[in-house]
């Protein structure tokens, strides 16, 4: 499965925080159902063992919804549970060992915080990349912040889709409007939320309206 600007509309990447007495399948069956159109699962600390067969039961959800599902960063767990690829930062391997590891059919999604990593990363075989942080996140609490300006020179400078992340939610994604990006990435926008079938629609809604501005 390749990506396209479509796919990155409403990227979900997944986070344990907010899961409570929840099952993290059932939350992210939740999103894909009412229109989630990516899925990042991201775990830090899980075993590696749990970590594999936990990706092996989203990949088969992201399947049946035919959407995207990609590893944060553990590229062993991504080729062991065949996912549809990886996503790294701009402090992992770099993006042209990456793609050699996972071979030419895979995603490869590449973090970005300045046009000079943007154009690498596609030089190097990234499918897409993930800007910010474009707002304040608390939940990843050293990323560094990515000014409208910059946000605005990586989308003009690569040909790949581009999505923001870093801060997001409703009050905020319109801002981001006229950016060039192609959709945002959320976490605490969609799971810290009670009701995640309507933070999902609301924010998919109001993506589409920001590029489409």
């Known amino acids: 499965m390749k990506v396209d600007k479509e796919s990155m509309l409403l990227y ?12 993290l399948y059932l939350q992210v069956e939740e999103t894909l159902k009412v229109g989630a159109t990516f899925i990042q699962l991201r775990e830090k ?7 594999i067969s936990e990706g092996k039961k989203i990949k088969e959800i992201a ?15 991504a080729i062991a549970c065949d996912a549809d690829g990886v996503h790294i930062g701009q402090s992992d391997m770099s993006a042209r060992d990456v793609r ?6 895979k995603i490869l999604g590449v973090s970005a915080q ?20 474009v707002f304040n996140t608390s939940t990843k609490k050293d990323a560094h912040t990515v000014s409208m ?6 989308c003009r400078s690569v040909k790949i889709p581009v999505v923001a992340i870093g801060g997001i939610n409703k009050d905020n ?8 990006v192609h959709g945002v990435a959320v976490i605490s926008a969609i799971f810290a939320e009670e009701d995640i079938s309507k933070a999902t629609s609301e924010l998919l809604e109001l993506s589409r309206k920001m590029v489409s501005l």
């Open 12 to 23: 979900v990447v997944t986070d344990r925080t907010w899961l409570g007495q929840n099952s």
């Open 45 to 51: 600390s899980m075993p590696l063992d749990e970590f």
């Open 63 to 77: 399947k049946g919804n035919n959407v995207p599902f990609v590893i944060n960063d553990n590229i062993d767990v």
């Open 100 to 105: 050699k590891l996972i071979g030419k059919d």
């Open 114 to 133: 300045t046009v000079e990593q943007a154009i690498k990363a596609e030089q190097d075989g990234a499918d897409y990349i993930g800007v910010g942080a």
């Open 149 to 154: 300006d910059t946000l605005k020179e990586i």
């Open 173 to 180: 994604i319109l801002e981001l409007t006229g950016s060039g």
